[in-house]
C-alpha cells in the first residue's frame, strides 16, 4: 500500500534560512502527491500538489516541491524561512483504489527569530 | 464564506459519557470524513461517507459511529468515550470522492477531545 515517510519530527531553522523538509514515498509513483500545512489552532490547508504534469511543483507562500523519481522523494523548501512559516507540515499520498489520503507523520517547524 | 465547520470546538468530558461532535459543511460536497490527529502518528481516518446514506470505516472505527442523514452534517458520535478517544478530531469534506485523491479536500479547524 502506498505510504510516505516524513523524516524528522522537528525542524528548527532561523529566520531567513533555508527550509527544506523531507518526505519519501513508498513503491510505485503516484498519481498525485501533496504537502499540508497546519498553523497553530487551525485545520489542514493544501500548500501544493504533484500531479504528474511537472516535477517542479510551486505552492502558495513560497514553498516549492520537487518530485524525484529516482530517490522516490518530494522534498518540500522555500529559499527564506519567515516567522509566519512556523507550522507542522504533512506529506499525504492517496492510495490506489482508496477514498482517503494516507499521511506522514508531520514535520514540525520552528522559525527562531 | 465556504467553510466545514466544527462544534465543539474543546470538550473535556469523562469516561462513559455519549458525545457527538458536529460538522457540517456549506458548499454541498458529496463526500465528508473524519480524521483524528495524535502526536507522531499524523492524522488517520476514521469514517467517510460518500453520499447521504453512503458511509464506510476508514482505518481506526472502533469506538466512534457516524451518520449521514443530511448532505451538509455528518456528526461524529462516541457512544462511550474512553481516555484513549482523547485527540484532536478534524472533518473534511471533498466535492465527490475523486476530489480525495486530487487535492480538493477541505478540512474544519479541528475539535480537541480529552476524556478523564
Known amino acids: 500500500a502506498q505510504s510516505v515517510t516524513q523524516l524528522g519530527s522537528h525542524v528548527s531553522v532561523s529566520e531567513g534560512a533555508l527550509v527544506l523538509l523531507r518526505c519519501n514515498y513508498s513503491?510505485?509513483?503516484?498519481?498525485?502527491l501533496f504537502w499540508y500545512v497546519q498553523y497553530p489552532n487551525q485545520g489542514l490547508q493544501l500548500l501544493l500538489k504533484?500531479?504528474?504534469?511537472?516535477?517542479l511543483v510551486k505552492g502558495i507562500n513560497g514553498f516549492e516541491a520537487e518530485f524525484k523519481k529516482s530517490e522516490t522523494s518530494f522534498h518540500l523548501t522555500k529559499p527564506s524561512a519567515h516567522m509566519s512559516d512556523a507550522a507542522e507540515y504533512f506529506c499525504a499520498v492517496p492510495p490506489w483504489g482508496s477514498y482517503q489520503l494516507t499521511f506522514g507523520k508531520g514535520t514540525k517547524l520552528s522559525v527562531i527569530p | 464564506e465556504a467553510q466545514v465547520t466544527q462544534n465543539p470546538r474543546y470538550l473535556i468530558t469523562v469516561t462513559g459519557k455519549k458525545l457527538t461532535v458536529t460538522c457540517s459543511q456549506n458548499m454541498n460536497h458529496e463526500y465528508m470524513s473524519w480524521y483524528r490527529q495524535d502526536p507522531g502518528l499524523g492524522l488517520r481516518q476514521i469514517y467517510y461517507?460518500?453520499?447521504?446514506?453512503?458511509?464506510d470505516k476508514g482505518d481506526v472505527p472502533e469506538g466512534y459511529k457516524v451518520s449521514r442523514k443530511e448532505k451538509r452534517n455528518f456528526p461524529l458520535i462516541l457512544e462511550s468515550p474512553s481516555p484513549n478517544q482523547t485527540s484532536l478530531y478534524f472533518c473534511a469534506s471533498s466535492p465527490r470522492p475523486s476530489g480525495v485523491g486530487t487535492g480538493e479536500l477541505f478540512f474544519g479547524e479541528g475539535s480537541r477531545l480529552t476524556v478523564l
Open positions: 504533484y500531479t504528474s504534469a511537472a516535477t
Open positions: 461517507s460518500m453520499n447521504v446514506e453512503v458511509t
Open positions: 513503491s510505485s509513483v503516484p498519481p498525485y
